[in-house]
């Protein structure tokens, strides 16, 4: 049986409504499950903080405000897509929200693109060479808003950087950052979709109570520097 031109059009546009529809249930139905799955990044970690507070907009991964050993926390994950001829990946920032009165804006960058949005390195506008044992490669940026850290005292940190993991260090008179990778996107997902899918995007809670504790003890340090006659 053949059918009619006009018959087979309808068809053809019933067939194309149906598919839509379709596709607009999946992508509803994905748009839930990833919000969920990223929603979940710092489950493994809650039991770490004293009190803490996430907060999630849509599919964004969300945002975890703590309290930890007595101090602030800010923690936040990063989809850093421009990153060139790589896949998409996740920087995690782990925030001290603790003043450092007087001190000048001091950051660290390694393996620097000159694209890392989340950080304020290009804003900076006086850079420093790298101290003797620092990384050789490493983009170090200051302000003139105060008095530069003790760099002899990041001396005895900046061993930070010997993981390659480790991306960044940032001081400033709120506080002390770190930021280091979290994970890679999944290729097939990227190349064929470009959709940033992550393997395994939780954070490990001895990663992060590393990464806590040691911008405490920067901190500390920089503290007990800075009081000295």
């Known amino acids: 049986m053949?059918?009619?031109?006009e018959t087979t059009w309808i068809l053809?546009?019933?067939m194309s409504a149906a598919a839509i529809l379709v596709l607009a249930r999946m992508y509803r139905r994905n748009r839930r499950t990833l919000?969920?799955?990223?929603?979940?990044?710092f489950a493994?970690?809650?039991d770490l903080?004293?009190?803490?507070?996430?907060?999630?907009?849509?599919?964004?991964?969300?945002?975890?405000?703590?309290?930890?050993?007595?101090r602030d926390f800010h923690i936040d994950a990063v989809i850093d897509t421009l990153?060139?001829?790589k896949l998409p990946v996740l920087w995690l920032r782990v925030s001290l929200l603790a003043p450092l009165p007087g001190t000048a804006t001091l950051d660290?960058?390694?393996r620097s693109q000159n694209v890392e949005f989340y950080s304020p390195s290009a804003s900076l506008p006086h850079r420093l060479e790298p101290r003797p044992g620092w990384p050789a490669d490493a983009m170090i940026r200051a302000d003139e808003a105060g008095t530069l850290p003790d760099l002899a005292v990041l001396d005895r940190h900046i061993d930070i950087f010997r993981e390659p993991q480790t991306k960044e260090l940032l001081i400033t008179a709120k506080g002390v950052r770190i930021v280091r990778l979290l994970d890679q996107a999944r290729r097939a997902e990227y190349l064929v979709l470009r959709q940033a899918e992550f393997e395994s995007p939780q954070v490990s809670p001895e990663a992060l109570r590393a990464m806590m504790d040691r911008t405490l003890a920067i901190h500390a340090d920089?503290?007990?520097?800075g009081a000295k006659p």
């Not at 053949?2 to 031109?5: A, G, M, V």
Request: charged share 15%; no cysteine.
């Open 2 to 5: 053949q059918l009619s031109p």
């Open 12 to 14: 053809v546009v019933l």
């Open 35 to 41: 919000a969920t799955l990223r929603g979940a990044i």
């Open 44 to 46: 493994p970690a809650y």
């Open 49 to 70: 903080f004293d009190t803490y507070r996430v907060t999630q907009a849509g599919i964004a991964f969300p945002e975890l405000t703590g309290r930890y050993r007595g």
């Open 83 to 85: 990153t060139f001829r």
């Open 108 to 110: 660290i960058l390694v």
């Open 222 to 225: 920089l503290t007990s520097a």
